[in-house]
Structures are given as C-alpha cells and as structure tokens.
C-alpha cells in the first residue's frame, strides 16, 4: 500500500510569496491533517480535513489555509510568506475516526528568504 | 502553553538493553495516546498507540504504558537494537478528535 506523499519535497520562496503544497492520503483514508514542524515549537497542528471538509483548526492565522478535493487529496496554502514560515510542513492521513493512528508523509522543507 | 512534554532530550543505550522513553502531559481530557520514530530527512512512523481505558499496550518488542492518574506514559523497546536510533515522539489527542499533542522528542541513541 502506498504511504502519504508529499510534493514538493522541497521549496525555497521569498517574503511576500504565497506557496502551494500537496499531499496525497493513503488510499482509502479519508482524513488529512497538516503539521507545521519547526525547531522552536515542535510539531504543531495546523488543521484537519475530512470528507472535503475542515474539521479541526489549530491556532495559526488565516494566511494558513488549505483544502480538500473528493479524491481525499489535500493542498496547503500560505500566503504572504513571512520568514518565520520557515519549517517542515507535515501531511498526515487517517481513517478519519477517533482512536485511529495518523499516518505521515515525508513532509515539504519550505525555505522562506 | 505544552500540553505534551518529553524531559530528556535524549537518551542513550547499550545494545541488548531496555530504553525507556518517558512522557508527561497536562490535558487530563486526552484519552488516546500515540509514539512516533522520526529519522532525519522523513515524517514521523507511527509505532505504537493505547487508548485511555488501557495501561498497557504490546506490539513485538515495543510496549507502552499509561499511568493516568499520573499522567504519564512511557515507551519501553526491549531488546533495544542500532536501527532504534531515531527521535522518538509522544503524543495525544482529545476525545473525539483527530488532532495531536506532540511532545518535543526525545533522541534515543543505541550503542553497538
């Protein structure tokens, strides 16, 4: 079975920039979540969508958005880049109920100059 | 504010030996309970999970155990091997949902 895949696997954009990143879940697994990993703050929770739809948020302002196509594929938005975007951005999938493990992708490097 | 929190940055361990990755949290809504193996360059892989009515969960040589009037967890790889070698996360969710907690990670070294 295919794991999560994350592309591109790196990315280097400068201040202002927007960037577009994508995931594709597991087959069958309808959650996607989104992780920012940075060295200062660890893994954050960025927000989860499940069935095309956001279901979960984490604290991170609005210029953080992403979406849902009905094949389960999801792809985070970030607009007006800022230095401090600089970090590993994390997709996970799941089934999408309670209880069942995330599974990761590889994540996107985004480097913000 | 860390709801999930790993004390030692890291650790290391003789070959054959028991590691012992040990994790706290604050949150006493949380009620499932996960640990990831990171290695450089790749996302996290998930290992081992328990929910919040167990204190102990086993899957091969990796074992986990809740203490929730503690509110602690602790991972236990036994017998530890060189491939171990990876940063090791704890993490949690509340009920109900799919979003984690992670901890800050804690570095296990396996010496041969």
């Known amino acids: 079975k295919a794991g999560v895949t994350q592309t591109p696997r790196y990315l280097i954009k400068t201040r202002g920039q927007q960037v577009t990143l994508s995931c594709s879940p597991i087959?069958?697994?309808?959650?996607v979540s989104w992780y920012q990993q940075t060295p200062g703050q660890g893994l954050q929770f960025l927000f989860e969508?499940?069935?095309?739809?956001?279901?979960n948020k984490g604290n991170f302002p609005g210029r953080f958005s992403g979406r849902q196509f009905s094949n389960s594929r999801s792809e985070m938005n970030v607009s007006t880049l800022e230095l401090g975007d600089s970090a590993l951005y994390l997709c996970a999938s799941s089934r999408g109920d309670a209880n069942s493990p995330l599974h990761f992708g590889n994540g996107t490097r985004l480097t913000v100059t | 504010d860390q709801q999930v929190k790993q004390n030692s940055p890291s650790l290391s361990v003789q070959e054959g030996r028991i590691s012992i990755l040990n994790c706290d949290y604050t949150n006493s809504m949380f009620d499932y309970f996960l640990w990831y193996k990171k290695y450089p360059a790749e996302g996290p892989t998930f290992l081992i999970s328990?929910?919040?009515?167990?204190d102990k969960n086993e899957d091969g040589r990796f074992t986990v155990f809740l203490n929730k009037s503690a509110k602690h967890l602790s991972l236990h790889i036994v017998p530890s091997q060189p491939g171990d070698s990876a940063v090791y996360f704890c993490a949690a969710s509340p009920p109900g949902a799919n979003n984690l907690f992670f901890g800050t990670g804690t570095r296990l070294t396996v010496i041969p």
């Open positions: 969508y499940f069935s095309e739809t956001q279901r």
């Open positions: 328990i929910s919040s009515i167990k």
């Open positions: 087959s069958g697994h309808r959650s």
